[in-house]
């Protein structure tokens, strides 16, 4: 599996679109060089996380109607 299907596969719970993932990879290249390469697990779960914690401050997130 490669980091491209890795990290679709787990988007795919967020409704991110290709696009998205193509974003993610792209803003993640320093970690994530070859997309296509062989999945470290570790890696693509740290590049997720770190794109995952620019992305949510500025997401408009409501609970309940507050």
């Known amino acids: 599996m490669t980091y491209r299907e890795y990290i679709t596969l787990q988007c795919k719970k967020l409704n991110a679109s290709e696009s998205d993932i193509t974003l993610l990879l792209v803003d993640q290249?320093?970690?994530i060089p070859e997309p296509d390469a062989d999945v470290d697990v570790r890696t693509a779960k740290i590049?997720?996380?770190?794109e995952f914690a620019t992305l949510l401050p500025m997401a408009?997130?409501?609970q309940g109607g507050y």
């Open 29 to 31: 290249q320093t970690l």
């Open 47 to 50: 590049a997720m996380c770190n």
């Open 60 to 62: 408009n997130v409501t």
